[in-house]
Each structure stands twice: as C-alpha cells, then as structure tokens.
Nanobody, 120 residues
C-alpha cells in the first residue's frame, strides 16, 4: 500500500522559514515524479514544485518560485520542501504527491497534508 506522510508544518511569522518533509512507503523512488502542492481555503490546489526521479531536477512553478527549494533522498523515500521568506498568503495545507508514471503531470498518490500558518 502506498502511503505518503507529510510533516513539518506549523505557525511561522512573516519572513520566516519552514522545512516540510514527506516520507513515502509502499513503493520505491524509481521512475516516479514527486511533487509538492498547496491549497488555501476557498482556493484551488496549486502545484509548487516537482522532481522527476529519472533526472533529479527540481522544477518550480511560479507560485513560490525563488523562495522554495525541493529536494529528495531517494534512498530513504523522502522528499523535502524548504520554504523561505514566507508571506501570510502562503498559509495553506501543503501536500506531497507522487505521479507513478514519472511524467510529473497527473498525481495518483497523495499525502494527508500539513498545515502552514503564516502570521505575526
């Protein structure tokens, strides 16, 4: 059974940083794509970044580009999202996900999400 467990969310002041983690089980980080998404109340879910394990290159969407860094530890089936210079509008539930096709477009496995709150 594929499981994704996101963690690391919490309350942070504007301008602060958080590092999200996602532990995956039930499959190997091989030939898949892994991604981070977020969804704020009343808004559509948006993609933040993804990595195709086949090339290991993080791709960032405009939503948080320049303020985030995505990485993975393939041996440990884990992915991370370092978020810096956080703004109140970054408050959302953040999700990790896996695209088993490896393309990075349609994600079929999702974690439960971790809440990020940005407030002074």
């Amino acid at each position: 059974e594929v499981q994704l467990q996101a963690s690391g969310g919490g309350l942070v002041q504007p301008g602060g940083s958080l590092r999200l983690s996602c532990a995956a089980s039930g499959f190997a980080f091989y030939d898949v794509a892994i991604g981070w998404f977020r969804q704020a109340p009343g808004k559509q879910r948006e993609k933040i970044s993804f990595i195709k394990i086949s090339d290991g290159i993080p791709i960032y969407e405009d939503s948080m580009k320049g303020r985030v860094a995505m990485s993975s530890d393939n041996a440990k089936n884990s992915m991370f999202l370092q978020m810096n210079k956080l703004k109140p509008e970054d408050a959302a539930v953040y999700y990790c996900a896996v695209d088993s096709t490896g393309i990075g477009e349609v994600y079929d496995y999702w974690g439960q999400g971790t809440q990020v709150t940005v407030s002074s």
